[in-house]
């Protein structure tokens, strides 16, 4: 079956895409269109083309079992150009998504319409390329140059009513696409039509404007190459031809598509693609959820009620007692609130929001809850006294969850009816932003019960990953050797500041003291105290030190650093040099390039470990686990990745 079919209706053609399931821009596709404009050249009854795609959306991009292999003709830049100086003028008709290859396929047409709540969006950069068919030289011709910047180097796409206003596309449409396709075109016969894109001019922006924009993309991409590249791009297509600047953006893109970063980012993109939907799974029925309970509404429960919400699911919040909830509520409705502030919930969708979850302090409100979620205070006691209350009010079949961070959940299950349907779910905070999502199964836990764990994790919208019992899972026994050998160079007498800078050039927002100073000291100097009192060995960290001496972090005015009232910049701390100064050894000279390796290497040491005692099933689970819940730079690809780089 043809992946490209042609119809009529009277002097308009309609060609249409079907390469299932997002219109890959696979050889067979590129071919079809590539064959469809010389018959519809040769064809004199037709005036005009509508191109328009088959299933849920428009061409999506690129075809991802490509990738890495040798291009082969028709070559998508030349496929554009062919669209575009086709005799006849065509229509691109999108709903869905049309990304990357997809959108510069549209803007070889000569109009492009959209669906209301489609988009449209060239997200190269995050696979470590830049457009290569055009996406940087004619974008900034039909929006201008400060759109084309925003679509290219940031990698986000737009949905249609903005990028009608930004002159991406030309019409917003609702109800039958195809027809409203056919109608737009018979009405642009009737007028002059426009240039094709590449023909139009590019306004020259300000003076400083481009050596602005550098400055701006380095600090955000943080070693990141592709954005800067795109940046580059867009600077050719505003003052070269534009042959020029396309062969600017090819031989860029050709460049970058052999580089590390690419290939880590292309690593990653297929590990979350994986993620959602792991193989040993792939044949079990998940429990459907119309309804989710959560304990307790502190941070992190109000966090996980508000994911839980704009999922679309009905939440029941249990509290403790009348005050408790109240506080709760107040956290759900500031968390809804912020959205609304930020633009991304008009005022009716959160107080739709806050409406769908209903506040209790008895837990027989949770009888037909589907799923329950504990999210109370990190103490063994307290968590087995909720399990104990759902084990009496909750129905048999209930999936029963624990957010336990560090503790044993099999010791939180102890006892429970129909253990099969116990699991835990490690969410991190804020949950109702942050994609990881630990899922943690005993030896009790039903394939269907972890199945439906996955099944959350996807209509949440996170990145689910199954980690085995061990103290702090994956992400926190990784973060503790972490945290540990950065001490370790510490005692060797290297500078706090100069660990925390080497970090920070290797891709990381902060330095583990920075990262340490934000969150507090006291929650792991708490841990390792209560391991401490129940007759573990726990050496002493550095960091316990500081605690002991007052010292919690940024909460108390100091930690690793000083920082003054009502700032948040560190500062080096005299006073943490002295309390420090007798447990330094010696005195070592390292590079900021040797202080990352030897900490990346650390945590891939602890990734190893951890998979030769299968805590996690594979490398890229790790990485993953890292990337999206501890801020490792995403185009290094991981611990794991960037190891095996190394050798």
């Known amino acids: 079956m043809s992946v490209v079919t042609i119809a009529h209706a009277g002097e308009i053609a309609t060609v249409t895409i079907d390469n299932p399931p997002v219109n890959a821009l696979s050889q067979a596709l590129r071919q079809g269109l590539w064959d469809a404009v010389a018959t519809l050249d040769a064809d004199p009854a037709v005036k005009a083309v509508v191109l328009i795609c088959a299933g849920r959306t428009f061409i999506a991009g690129a075809d991802v079992t490509e990738f890495g292999k040798p291009p082969m003709e028709p070559h998508l830049p030349d496929l554009v150009a062919r669209i575009e100086g086709a005799q006849k003028p065509w229509i691109a008709a999108i709903h869905g998504s049309a990304l990357g290859g997809g959108f510069e396929i549209a803007m070889g047409c000569r109009f492009r319409i959209a669906l209301e709540g489609a988009s449209v969006g060239l997200p190269e950069v995050t696979l470590g390329i830049v457009p290569g068919a055009s996406g940087t030289v004619r974008t900034p011709r039909l929006a201008g140059v400060q759109a084309a910047l925003d679509l290219v180097t940031g990698g986000k796409p737009v949905k249609a009513a903005k990028a009608k206003a930004l002159g991406l596309i030309d019409a917003v449409v609702s109800g039958d696409l195809q027809a409203a396709a056919l109608a737009f075109a018979r009405e642009a016969l009737e007028q002059p039509l426009p240039f094709p894109v590449s023909q139009r001019p590019i306004a020259t922006p300000e003076p400083g404007f481009w050596e602005a924009q550098q400055t701006a993309i380095a600090k955000r991409a943080r070693g990141e190459a592709a954005p800067l590249r795109a940046l580059d791009c867009l600077r050719k297509a505003a003052e070269a031809s534009f042959d020029e600047a396309m062969a600017h953006e090819r031989a860029t893109f050709l460049e970058l598509r052999a580089s590390e970063q690419a290939q880590a980012l292309r690593a990653v993109f297929f590990a979350e693609r994986a993620a959602p939907r792991p193989a040993h799974l792939r044949d079990v029925e998940p429990v459907a959820l119309r309804k989710v309970g959560v304990i307790g509404g502190g941070t992190m429960g109000a966090g996980i009620a508000a994911a839980l919400r704009d999922a679309g699911l009905p939440v029941t919040l249990i509290e403790r007692d009348a005050e408790a909830l109240a506080r709760g509520l107040g956290n759900l409705k500031t968390i809804f609130d912020g959205g609304v502030k930020r633009g991304k919930l008009s005022e009716a969708q959160a107080a739709e929001r806050l409406a769908g979850v209903t506040g209790a302090t008895d837990y027989a409100a949770l009888a037909d809850a589907d799923l329950v979620i504990e999210a109370v205070f990190e103490e063994i006691g307290v968590k ?114 100069e660990i925390d800078a080497a970090m920070r050039g290797y891709g990381f927002a902060m330095g583990p003291f920075e990262a340490q100073d934000l969150g507090g000291l006291d929650i792991a100097f708490l841990q390792r105290e209560g391991a401490r009192a129940a007759g573990q060995a726990v050496p002493e960290a550095l960091a316990d030190i500081l605690v002991r001496a007052g010292r919690k972090g940024q909460k108390t005015g100091g930690g690793w650093y000083d920082y003054a009232p009502g700032e948040r910049a560190p500062r080096s701390s005299i006073t943490v040099a002295e309390l420090l100064a007798p447990h330094v050894t010696e005195f070592v000279s390292m590079t900021r390039e040797e202080i990352a390796a030897e900490l990346v290497g650390q945590m891939a040491a602890e990734g190893q470990a951890i998979l030769d005692e299968r805590i996690a099933r594979c490398p890229s689970d790790i990485d993953l686990v890292e990337i999206h819940g501890y801020g490792f730079p995403r185009w290094r690809g991981g611990p794991m990745f960037a190891a095996q780089g190394r050798g």
Do not use: W
Not at 386 to 412: G, K, M, Q
Not at 413 to 435: C, D, T, W, Y
Not at 468 to 486: D, H, P, Q, S
């Open 384 to 497: 087995r006294a909720v399990f104990t209350e759902l084990a009496r009010h909750c129905r048999a079949d209930a999936i029963l969850a624990t957010n336990t961070s560090y503790l044993d959940p099999r010791a939180i299950a102890e006892g429970l009816p129909n253990p099969a349907r116990f699991i835990g779910l490690h969410f991190f905070s804020p949950a109702n932003v942050m994609k990881l999502l630990e899922i943690v199964p005993t030896a009790e836990t039903s394939a269907q019960t972890l199945a439906t764990g996955f099944a959350l994790g996807r209509a949440l919208n996170k990145i689910p990953v199954q980690a085995g019992i061990c103290e702090g899972f994956i992400g926190n026994r990784i973060l503790k050797r972490y945290r540990a050998a950065a001490e370790g160079l510490l005692r060797k007498g290297v500078a706090i500041p």
